[in-house]
């Protein structure tokens, strides 16, 4: 039962790094499952389907080829189907809605209220659509398209089954063939669906077709068609399972450094016991597979547990996620089963080979003497050396990628400086426990003792305060690069954006929207411009069409970088700095008959080419439909938004700073609460670690503590001691962690966006002053109950010999 205690903590680590992996598998196979439904629902019942493809230049299936196809003999079935994807909006902003061909009613697809479309201007929409634009049957709906915004009629509302439409979608719009044609401002089919006798004989004789043959048209058997959805569609799967198996690597590494030093401990433990097996016989390889032995029972109980939990992690993780993702159950995969036992057994029997082969070195003389608490040793010289270099080299790796924007680069040089940290670990974590001596000394002969027990041992010290390092190094990394991101990408929006908000419109302002738009609470001021895309010719005698806003004086009023405008004249043209012109260079602006030469000048704040109003006047340009507006100081700047959109009315793009600041802000804090819960699995297994090192500790110095308890030690300075000896180690763990973890994350940040806009360094302090608090304050409750254990200790016990 004692060594079941002693394994238990262990057991614990391997099981939670287990855990992880499995979760991550079965919610892959549980969405691959429901990926291959989705792909196969819409194709179901037929034999071959014929697509088209999308791009800057997409092909579809013409009316003709649709008729063609429908001749070939073999053919009892032909089912042609639009699909695309429109703007629509009552009012507020555009939202994606996917439109396609009206589906006919069953079992599945029917209708919730309403009735079918009868008119050449009417709609179906799903519940979903009805709910984000806020209308139902009878209703109106306002689409974008090329010549403006359009109205439809909502006759019904549809709930359609999964062989219309499965998996994750936008709002749903449904209507004929001929209106999606218009909408869209492009002839012809997505999909036909051809059903049929033999799918290979049909396929041949359709790709032959004339006007299919050599065409861009794909032509697949309803099984190659759902193979080629599920290999589309399984792409995000993939790259979220490589994701999380990511962190989960991190998981079980941090499990491994867990598991090695608990057997490092349990050896040097059981010196006596494996004396004797010594003196009565056992070789040197049967106390090495002894020791395996154990390990890989271990892991086996601990890895199927841990796979159990996962089972129990992704049955509620699919429950929850079946509104995002349309998952259809969880997927008992038997390889999401087996692998990630094969793994937990493999890691557990890896970290337990140092301690075994420690074993094996055992003298059959050490079980004639008595076990006293074991001093480490110092860090060896060629695990110093080797540690410093690597730490120099991973140095410069990080330099050479943020200063040439190399991810790859950067990355292989932060692993190298940590390995080298984890290498320098043995002599680092020592001397710094040391350097907490004077804090610690404030708790008198406890806080002093503390640190000398964990100074005692260093290897056992540096071990344990490894497997927390690496946790807090990673989102101390996190952090500090999602921070820095964060405000190098607002600091470059600033820039694109001028003013508070911008006012695109497919049609000329009229002057009640201007003024409904003035009226609104809070916004200073409205200035209108006009927008073409005019020729202009440099020096080099090249034309291109560029896009040119024309901007009146008044513009100064709403601008919030007034040195925006202050350069505009009627003989210059403001540029940004990277438009590929020199300051100063003569260029000719637009079409022949209206052209005016104008001197360039460069301007870090300008996104577009700006020109005077009266330089419009001269180049032709039509009336206005675009409006910058600013908004007074302290506004909410989102809820603006929200208004000027209502009162500007449907066709009206409405562009502010804040709700992309939001909705960048929004983006990064969901992403760093991702990661920080993902990398908190293995900050927990390494509190694990601490605990398991100081309930082991307690049992190795059981009569070190009596002797202190008989010596006039109380239950609780015993109890304070282990507890400061636990914070000693997490301290200094976390600091040098979140140290790590600020230098990687500005690395990080000048290698992945250093080449796309100016870095700002930003060091979230109070998040990480929290998570280092936070661990602080587990690394104490880890201490609880190995104290518990020690302060139980009666004072005899030190007369008592083994």
Known sequence: MRRVRQLLSAGLAIALGVAFVATTLLFTASANKSVADAAASPVEGSAVVVGGT????????????????????????????????????????????????????????????????????????????????????????????????RTLQVSGVLSPGANVVSGQHDSLLFAADPLLFELRGMTGYDDVYISGTDPEELRTRIAELPGVAGSKLTVRTGEQEIAARVASYSKGTEALATFLLAFGAVSMFVAALVIANTFSILVVQRTRELGLLRCVGATRQQVFRRVLGEAAG???????????????LTTIGVRLAEGMMSLTGVALAWWALLVPIVLGVLITVLSAIRPARAATRVAPLAALRPIGVTEGRRAGVVAAVLGVL???????GLVVGATSHSVGVGIAG???????????????????????????????????????????????????????????????????????????????????????????SAEPFTAQQLDEVRRVDGVRGVVTMRTAALPITGANGQAQNRGVVAVPAEARSVVNRPQLVESITDTTLVAGE????????????????RQVELSVVLSPEADALLV??????????????????????????????????????????????????????????????????????????????????????????????????ALGLTRGQLRGMLGLEAL??????????????????????????????????????????????VALVAAWLASVLPARRAAKVAPAAAMAVE
Not at 578 to 593: H, I
């Open 54 to 149: 999308s791009g800057a230049e997409p092909v579809l299936v013409s009316a003709d080829q649709v008729r063609a196809i429908q001749r070939v003999p073999g053919v009892t079935g032909v089912r042609p189907v639009v699909k695309t994807t429109l703007l629509a909006g009552n009012g507020a902003y555009p939202s994606a809605v996917q439109a396609q061909t009206l589906p006919a009613l069953d079992e599945q697809t029917r209708l919730t209220s309403g009735r079918l479309p009868g008119g050449p201007e009417e709609v179906l929409i799903d519940q979903q659509a009805a709910t984000e634009f806020k209308t139902q049957a009878g209703g109106k709906l306002v689409v974008q398209t090329e010549e403006g915004p």
């Open 298 to 312: 271990l892991g086996v109980v601990a890895s199927v547990v841990g796979v159990l939990i996962g089972i129990g």
């Open 390 to 396: 690597l730490f120099l080299a991973g140095a410069a």
């Open 414 to 504: 932060g692993v190298l400086n940590f390995v080298g940290v984890l290498l320098l670990a043995r002599m680092l974590v020592p001397a710094l426990v040391g350097a907490l001596g004077p804090l610690l000394r404030v708790a008198g002969p406890t806080g002093t003792m503390a640190v000398a027990n964990a100074r005692r041992n260093p290897a056992r010290a540096a071990a344990t305060a490894s497997a927390l390092l690496v946790g807090v190094a990673l989102i101390a990394m996190m952090v500090t690069g999602a921070a820095t991101a964060q405000r190098s990408t607002q600091i470059a929006i600033d820039r694109q954006f001028p003013v508070d908000a911008q006012l695109n």
């Open 578 to 593: 990277k438009s590929g012109w020199r300051a100063g260079e003569k260029v000719r602006l637009g079409e022949p008959g």
């Open 612 to 709: 005077s109003d009266a330089t419009g006047d001269r180049l032709g340009m039509p009336a206005a439909s675009q409006a910058w507006v600013g908004f007074d100081p302290d506004t909410d700047g989102e809820a603006l938004e929200r208004q000027i959109a209502e009162v500007a009315g449907p066709g009206v793009e409405v562009m502010g700073i804040a709700s992309i600041r939001a909705m960048m802000t929004q983006i990064v804090d969901l992403a760093l609460q991702i990661v920080t819960a993902l990398l908190g699995v293995a900050v927990i297994i390494a509190l694990v670690g601490v605990g398991n090192t100081l309930g082991l500790s307690v049992l190795e110095r059981t009569r070190e503590s009596a002797l202190l308890r």
């Open 728 to 773: 000693s180690l997490g301290l200094v763990a976390v600091v040098l962690g979140a140290a790590l973890g600020i230098g990687y994350g500005i690395a990080a940040s000048y290698a992945l966006i250093g080449g796309q806009l100016p870095v700002q360094v930003a060091v979230p302090w109070l998040r990480l002053l929290l998570m280092v608090a």
